[in-house]
Antibody
Framework: EVQLVESGGGLVQPGGSLRLSCAAS????????MHWVRQAPGKGLVWVSR????????SYADSVKGRFTISRDNAKNTLYLQMNSLRAEDTAVYYC????????????WGQGTLVTVSS | EIVMTQSPATLSVSPGERATLSCRAS??????LAWYQQKPGQAPRLLIY???TRATGIPARFSGSGSGTEFTLTISSLQSEDFAVYYC??????????FGQGTKLEIK
């Protein structure tokens, strides 16, 4: 059974940092391009970042560029998102998702982890 | 950036009837279009990829069509479990994988 399990969310003050993790199982993690997608309360889905299968290439939405860093450890089947300089508008449920290749839908999704940025 | 526009924002349909959801891209995305279903408190689930191919385990009552800039998701006979929010997503113009704003399918 395919599983993606996010962790690391919580309450953080503006300007603070958090590191999200996404543990994968049930599929060949090292073959998949992985993404982070977020959803603000009551809003739609927004793509945040992606990393290629071996971790050598990354991309970011303009709204998080320079503040967020995506990475992966294929030996541990784990995806990460380091979030720095957090803002109130970063408050959202963060989902990890995976797809085969760069031009591919997101086949697998985790259950999400909530990040709340507030003083 | 490609903008994905879904219509209508809310669709009210009775169980057993057909539902037709639309998605328009601001420029061509070829057939690199996916549909996702999201129920309250749950993660999105892939329904359709390549504009018209059902994902594994998706019932045949779900079908997708279109290419270029105009796409449609049709649910042929609505079941109670189909009432949810549906998102389209283009993955042609990577790395900006843009989603539509969603269509809420509600019980009439």
């Amino acid at each position: 059974e395919v599983q993606l399990v996010e962790s690391g969310g919580g309450l953080v003050q503006p300007g603070g940092s958090l590191r999200l993790s996404c543990a994968a199982s049930g599929f060949t993690f090292s073959s998949y391009w992985m993404h982070w997608v977020r959803q603000a309360p009551g809003k739609g889905l927004v793509w945040v970042s992606r990393i290629n299968s071996d971790g050598s290439s990354t991309s970011y939405a303009d709204s998080v560029k320079g503040r967020f860093t995506i990475s992966r450890d294929n030996a541990k089947n784990t995806l990460y998102l380091q979030m720095n300089s957090l803002r109130a508008e970063d408050t959202a449920v963060y989902y990890c998702a995976g797809g085969i290749g760069i031009v591919a839908s997101f086949d697998y999704w985790g259950q999400g982890t909530l990040v709340t940025v507030s003083s | 950036e490609i903008v994905m526009t879904q219509s209508p924002a809310t669709l009210s349909v009775s169980p057993g009837e057909r539902a037709t959801l639309s998605c328009r891209a601001s420029q061509s995305v070829s057939s690199n279009l996916a549909w996702y279903q999201q129920k309250p408190g749950q993660a999105p689930r892939l329904l359709i990829y390549g504009a018209s191919t059902r994902a594994t385990g998706i019932p045949a009552r779900f079908s997708g069509s279109g290419s270029g800039t105009e796409f449609t998701l049709t649910i042929s006979s609505l079941q109670s479990e189909d009432f949810a929010v549906y998102y389209c997503q283009q993955y042609n113009n990577w790395p900006l994988y843009t989603f539509g704003q969603g269509t809420k399918l509600e019980i009439k």
